[in-house]
């Protein structure tokens, strides 16, 4: 009676086992499936920036799209006045003077490591009216 005890106790912590290395293989699948999604290219989509005047508040966001949100975006040749606001995609400000200002943007995202994409615009800044 006591080895007949012993053979079905054995049996079902071999089934316990069994099904939990199942269990186990299934959720390992499971989060490689989630995990092994390759994020699109980072990539600037905005096409232009808008017209600037001298002295009005102005506002820009920067589209883009890819990578791994959110983005931070940084940019040079910006007119007197005009900045991003910190970690965002949003330029703002007075600009000071009128002209043609050639602009690089660049925005980063959040990946690690970081994914970086630049673009060339020219923000036109008209007199004050």
Do not use: W
């Not at 995990?35 to 508040?57: D, F, Q």
């Not at 965002?88 to 995202?109: A, F, R």
């Amino acid at each position: 009676m006591a080895l007949k005890k012993l053979e079905t106790n054995y049996g079902r912590t071999i089934g316990i086992a069994l099904l939990t290395m199942i269990l186990f293989g299934v959720a390992l699948l499971a989060s490689a499936q989630q995990t092994s999604k390759p994020a699109l290219p980072l990539r600037i989509t905005s096409k232009a920036l808008p017209k600037a005047t001298v002295g009005v508040e102005y506002y820009a966001v920067i589209s883009a799209t890819g990578g791994e949100p959110p983005y931070d975006c940084t940019g040079k040749g910006l007119p007197a006045n005009i900045a991003f606001h910190p970690n965002s995609d949003t330029l703002g400000g007075k600009p000071t003077t009128p002209g043609t200002y050639p602009v690089v943007i660049t925005v980063e995202d959040s990946a690690d490591p970081q994914h970086t994409a630049t673009a060339n615009f020219m923000l036109t800044v008209a007199p004050a009216r």
